[in-house]
């Protein structure tokens, strides 16, 4: 019957703009993830400790903790 072709396409369409937008979603968050990923690796490579105006220890927050220098190690160990 001509109504259930109508119900049916307009179904049809209907799923075709939901997936679409979970697609746009999903490409977001994928997006979002790589880039607090990066911010992450950044941050691990980039963290160091400072003393007296000079840089006490620098690495990730593994190699700090494990640096007897460093003064942010204790805390960062604990965290760890």
Not at 22 to 42: C, F, P, S
Not at 45 to 64: D, F, L, M, N
Request: aromatic residues 2%.
């Amino acid at each position: 019957s001509e109504d259930l072709a109508r119900r049916t396409e307009a179904s049809a369409a209907s799923l075709e703009q939901s997936s679409a937008a979970l697609l746009e979603i999903d490409n977001g968050l994928k997006a979002g993830a790589t880039a607090a990923a990066e911010t992450v690796t950044r941050a691990d490579e980039a963290i160091a400790t400072v003393g007296g105006g000079r840089v006490v220890a620098k690495g990730t927050p593994e190699q700090i903790a494990a640096d007897p220098a460093s003064v942010t190690g204790p805390y960062l160990r604990d965290m760890l």
